[in-house]
C-alpha cells in the first residue's frame, strides 16, 4: 500500500482512536484541542513519509508523534498557569500527569466511554450521529455532509452546536455502572439510527452508504466486547443489524434501483453476516427483559430464511404484534400487514391495511396497490399512482413505475 492509500486508511482507523484517548485525557473543555493534535500529526506523517518514506510500524509511529504534541500542549499549559496562577504551585506537571495512554486497553476504553458521553439525552439524535461519524468513526465533514445529502456548513454547525452542549452540560467521559442501563438506551438509539442513514439512505453513493452499515456495528461490536455494556439488548441490536447487512447488495440493482424482497437474487445475501447474526440472537437470549430490538432481530432473522412457508410468515407475524404492543409505530404496522398477506392472504392484509389510513405515506399505497394486484387491478393502478406521486426518491419512483407498467402489460 502506498502513501496514497495508507494515510487515509490509517486516518479512518486510527483518527477515532487517538481522539478518543486525548479528549479522555483532556476532557470535553479541550476537545477542539484533541482533534487539531491528531489533524497534525496526520499532517505531519504526511510531509515527513513523503521525504523520508514510510517507517516499518505505520501505526507506532503516528502514536509518538501524537504523544510528543500532546505532551507539549500540556507543558505550555502548565507554564501559562504558573505565569498566570503563580500561586498554584502543583502546576508544573510531573512526568506521569504528561504521559498520553495509547495502550490498546486505554484506546478501547476511551472509545466506549466517548460512544456513551456524546450520546447523551441533551444532544439531539442528529448531532449525536454526526458527533459519532466525526469522532467515532473518523469520517471527514464532506463524508459526513455526504451521508446526510447536506452541505459542510451545516454539518460543522451542528458539530460545533454538540460540542458547545457537551461543555455546557459538563459531561465527563467515562462509565457509571449504576446507570448503564440508561445510557445504553440512548447509544443503541444513535448506532440504530447511524446504521439506518445507510441502509435506508436516498444517497446513491453506495460504498458511503454500506460503510455507515458497518461502522455502527462497529460501534456496537465495542459493546458487546466489554463486560459492562455486554447485554441482551445490545446483542439483540447487533444480530439485528447483521441480519440486514446481510441483504445489502441485494437491495439494489446494479443501476441503484430498489430491489423488493420478493425479487431480490438470495445469491447476494451474505451467508456469514447471517451466521453472526444467529449467533448474536442465541447470546441476546439471557435476562428477563424483552426489548424491541430482541423481536426486530427475530423479524429480521426469518426475512434470511430463503423458504416462503406459512411457519415463517405466521411467525414474523407473531412478532410484529408483540412488537406493536411494546412500542407501537405506524411503519411497523404497515409491515406488520405485509406479513399479514403473506401468512393469511391479501382479503386479511388489505381490511387491516385500509384501517391504517397513512394517507403520506408513499409506502401505504405502494402496499395497497401490491395488496390489490389481481384482486382489483384499477384499483392496485390507482394506489400505485398515488405512491408515485408521494415518493421522493429515484429509486422508490423506478420501483413503483416498475409495478405499473408491469400492471399495464
Not at 64 to 83: D, G, H, W
Request: proline share 3%; with cysteine.
Amino acid at each position: 500500500m502506498n502513501q496514497d492509500e495508507l494515510i487515509p486508511h490509517l486516518f479512518r482507523t486510527e483518527y477515532r482512536k487517538i481522539v478518543s484517548v486525548l479528549a479522555k485525557r483532556f476532557g470535553f473543555e479541550q476537545l477542539e484541542t484533541a482533534e487539531d493534535i491528531t489533524s497534525e500529526t496526520f499532517l505531519t506523517a504526511t510531509q515527513t513519509w513523503g521525504l523520508q518514506g514510510i517507517p516499518k510500524n505505520p501505526t507506532a509511529w503516528l502514536y509518538f508523534v501524537a504523544k510528543n504534541k500532546a505532551r507539549n500542549f500540556l507543558q505550555r499549559t502548565a507554564v501559562f498557569i504558573n505565569k498566570v496562577s503563580p500561586e498554584i504551585t502543583n502546576a508544573d506537571l510531573r512526568h506521569d500527569e504528561l504521559d498520553i495512554d495509547l495502550s490498546p486497553q486505554n484506546i478501547n476504553d476511551s472509545q466506549l466511554q466517548m460512544m456513551i458521553a456524546i450520546c447523551h439525552p441533551s444532544i439531539s439524535p442528529e448531532a449525536q450521529i454526526a458527533l459519532s461519524l466525526r469522532i467515532l468513526c473518523g469520517f471527514g465533514v464532506e463524508e459526513i455532509a455526504d451521508a446526510f445529502l447536506t452541505n459542510k456548513e451545516i454539518i460543522n454547525k451542528r458539530l460545533f452546536r454538540a460540542k458547545e452542549k457537551l461543555r455546557e452540560e459538563k459531561i465527563s467521559i467515562g462509565i457509571d455502572v449504576v446507570d448503564i442501563d440508561k445510557c445504553l438506551d440512548s447509544v443503541l438509539r444513535t448506532i440504530y439510527l447511524l446504521f439506518n442513514e445507510g441502509y435506508y439512505s436516498i444517497s446513491k453513493n453506495k460504498t458511503m452508504r454500506k460503510d455507515l452499515c458497518l461502522e455502527a456495528i462497529r460501534l456496537c461490536t465495542m459493546l458487546v466486547e466489554n463486560e459492562v455494556t455486554n447485554k441482551p439488548q445490545v446483542n439483540a441490536l447487533l444480530a439485528l443489524m447483521c441480519f440486514h447487512i446481510s441483504r445489502f447488495d441485494a437491495r439494489l440493482s446494479e443501476n441503484g434501483e430498489l430491489v423488493l424482497y420478493d425479487d431480490q437474487d438470495i445469491n447476494l445475501w451474505n451467508p456469514d453476516f447471517i451466521s453472526k447474526g444467529g449467533y448474536f440472537l442465541k447470546r441476546a437470549a439471557s435476562g428477563n427483559k424483552l426489548s424491541k430490538y430482541h423481536l426486530e432481530a427475530g423479524i429480521a432473522y426469518w426475512n434470511t430464511q430463503k423458504d416462503d412457508s406459512n411457519e415463517k410468515w405466521e411467525s414474523i407475524l407473531q412478532l410484529y404484534n408483540q412488537l406493536l404492543q411494546l412500542e407501537y409505530s405506524p411503519i411497523a404496522a404497515l409491515n406488520r400487514t405485509y406479513a399479514l398477506a403473506k401468512a393469511n392472504g391479501k382479503q386479511a392484509a388489505l381490511a387491516a391495511a385500509e384501517k391504517l389510513e397513512l394517507l403520506d405515506n408513499h409506502f401505504y399505497f405502494a402496499l395497497l396497490g401490491e395488496l390489490y394486484t389481481d384482486l382489483d387491478n384499477k384499483k392496485a393502478v390507482e394506489n400505485l399512482q398515488k405512491a408515485l406521486i408521494l415518493a421522493k426518491t429515484s429509486p422508490d419512483k423506478q420501483a413503483i413505475q416498475k409495478r405499473l407498467d408491469a400492471l399495464a402489460t
